[in-house]
């Protein structure tokens, strides 16, 4: 979801639900809000230092509740975001696979590779 704020800012929104809050290491290390920072300058909607990022988290508790999560993403975020990107698409060139289990397996395209994996 894209916003301006007061100020004409762009606001890139991310909306989630979780079984609890999120802590500040969650949003500061999100890759996921990295990547949005960095594709608004790239596609042109903002310059890089002047976007905003926002979680806003409903959490499924007995009494649900919104909470915003503010950030910001400068150049050593994007610094870190294509050394990793980089890493991950050189073990991939290198044939370096090693299935990971969890919740997401389920619907998951490569399920039977993962399980035929040695």
Excluded at 24 to 34: H, I, K, R, T
Excluded at 89 to 109: N, R, S
Aim: charged content about 25%.
């Amino acid at each position: 979801l894209l916003e301006r704020d007061p100020e004409g800012r762009l606001v890139v929104v991310d909306l989630k639900t979780s079984a609890r809050k999120y802590t500040d290491l969650q949003v500061e290390a999100s890759l996921q809000l990295s990547v949005y920072s960095y594709a608004t300058g790239l596609l042109g909607y903002a310059d890089p230092d002047d976007v905003r990022l926002r979680f806003d988290v409903l959490t499924k508790t007995k009494h649900p509740e919104l909470h915003r999560y503010w950030t910001t993403r400068d150049r050593a975020a994007n610094v870190r975001l294509f050394r990793l990107v980089s890493e991950v698409l050189g073990a991939i060139e290198a044939g370096a696979f090693h299935p990971i289990v969890g919740w997401q397996c389920k619907d998951c395209p490569f399920r039977s590779k993962c399980w035929a994996w040695g």
